[in-house]
């Protein structure tokens, strides 16, 4: 990628940008997946090299994992981190209670896995991503592959007895053949394009047999940096109120970005 970043690039950039100033040296931090994810991890990476920022990351996602490793960022496991100081990650949908719709790449469960074992989630996304009401993005939902036809028509039946406008589901490929998750696993998108109870929803998906995860992501954000294309970032937070509003200063070096 070479030249001027597109105003959705630079939305993305100016949030990650002022979330990747929430890592401090000697944190354990959740790194998130995904295009919004990836300018972190490059913001990050910056910050290394920069700056002789000392963190260490833990990837949701063989991508990250393979991205951040090329920018010099110290890779650890989960379970090697034990426990996350902060988790920083895109979102496909953001509700005004800092709800989520998350797995648009697939990477739903390390992500769900990573961000509730972390103190904190910060959420980074451009402006396009907040809706009033959760759903017009398909929600998706990780299934095991063994009888996965079987899950899909048991969950097609929940579905009758919840407040949801739409119920086909689909089975997400990649070509000609099923997207298989780094878990091994499928994933079946909801077309259900407006959720009026996401707890519940939540709640229910994960007791059908097959389902291993869903996407929406329930009081596990903390904070959003909401990111514009004129290089203004909103900060809000779970307390509500009106949060605050900053402009991202794009030096010569941020250029660098571009041609990664
Ligand atoms: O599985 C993917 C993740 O949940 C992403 O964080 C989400 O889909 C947002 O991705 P992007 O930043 O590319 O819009």
């Not at 961000?115 to 095991?144: N, R, W, Y």
């Not at 079987?150 to 997207?179: C, H, I, W, Y």
């Not at 904070?223 to 809000?236: A, F, Q, T, W």
């Amino acid at each position: 990628m070479t030249g001027e970043l597109s105003p959705i690039d630079k939305a993305k950039f100016v949030a990650a940008k002022r979330a990747a100033e929430f890592v401090e040296d000697g944190m354990r931090v959740g790194l998130g997946t995904g295009s919004t994810a990836a300018w972190l991890v490059r913001c990050l990476g910056e910050r290394v090299r920069k700056e002789g920022l000392r963190f260490r990351g833990v990837p949701t996602s063989t991508r990250t994992a393979q991205l951040a490793r090329e920018l010099g960022i110290e890779v650890i496991s989960l379970e090697e981190a034990g426990w996350l100081d902060l988790t920083i990650d895109g979102a496909d949908e953001i509700d005004g209670e800092l709800n989520l719709i998350k797995g648009g790449g697939g990477a739903l469960l390390q992500e769900k896995i990573v961000a509730t074992a972390s103190d904190q989630m910060v959420v980074i996304a451009d402006a396009a991503k907040q809706v009033e009401t959760l759903g017009a993005f398909p929600l998706p939902v990780e299934v095991i592959a063994f009888g996965q036809s079987a899950t899909q028509a048991l969950l097609e039946e929940a579905l009758v007895s919840l407040d949801v406008l739409g119920r086909r589901t689909s089975l997400r490929m990649n070509g000609a053949k099923p997207f298989v998750t780094d878990e091994g696993n499928h994933i079946l998108d909801l077309h259900l394009n407006r959720i009026g109870n996401a707890r519940e929803l939540a709640l229910m998906l994960n007791q059908i047999p097959g389902v291993v995860e869903n996407g929406l992501f329930i009081d596990i954000c903390d904070r959003v940096v909401i990111g514009h294309g004129d290089g203004r970032v909103e900060l809000r937070d779970i307390t509500g109120g009106s949060g605050s509003e900053e402009r991202i200063d794009l030096d010569e070096s941020d250029n660098l970005f571009t041609d990664l």
